[in-house]
């Protein structure tokens, strides 16, 4: 009866410790921000774990060399704005997640949240670009005589 006891509380504890240790892992960041440029890629991945991969091109001058911001997503309403803001320039707010032992939560470590349109590009202190944004459609007013 003691030796069952005690073989049901190890398994609890052997299932218990990995469950604690992911919640952790996932709720917990080490770092968040924000990076701001033009989305140049965001697919739907993997086999098991499907999980949206997107790179962000970062230019902080004109002329300077792009360099890649890779992100990860879990939420499709986020992917589905990001692809709605594609071609525009654009913040994406992250979390930097440390400790996940796999890639299926991910293949990288940066978590975007949430995105937004960015109206302006300052290419230097004071040098501030305006966004050019697209048309309004043209509304119906065909109207019937």
């Not at 049901?8 to 924000?34: D, K, Q, R, T």
Request: include cysteine; glycine fraction near 6%.
């Amino acid at each position: 009866m003691l030796k069952s006891r005690a073989l049901w509380i190890a398994l609890a504890v052997l299932v218990l410790l990995p469950a604690l240790y992911f919640w952790a892992a996932l709720n917990w960041s080490y770092s968040s921000g924000e990076r701001a440029g033009w989305v140049q890629k965001l697919s739907h991945k993997g086999f098991v774990c499907k999980t949206w991969e997107g790179e962000l091109a970062l230019v902080s001058t004109p002329g300077a060399p792009v360099e890649k911001f890779a992100f990860t997503l879990h939420d499709d309403a986020v992917a589905a704005d990001i692809n709605r803001l594609m071609g525009r320039r654009v913040a994406l707010h992250y979390e930097q997640k440390m400790g996940l032992p796999t890639s299926c939560f991910g293949e990288t470590r940066y978590f975007v949240t949430a995105v937004k349109a960015t109206d302006e590009v300052q290419l230097a202190p004071g040098v501030v670009v305006p966004q050019s944004t697209p048309p309004a459609p043209a509304a119906a007013s065909a109207t019937a005589r």
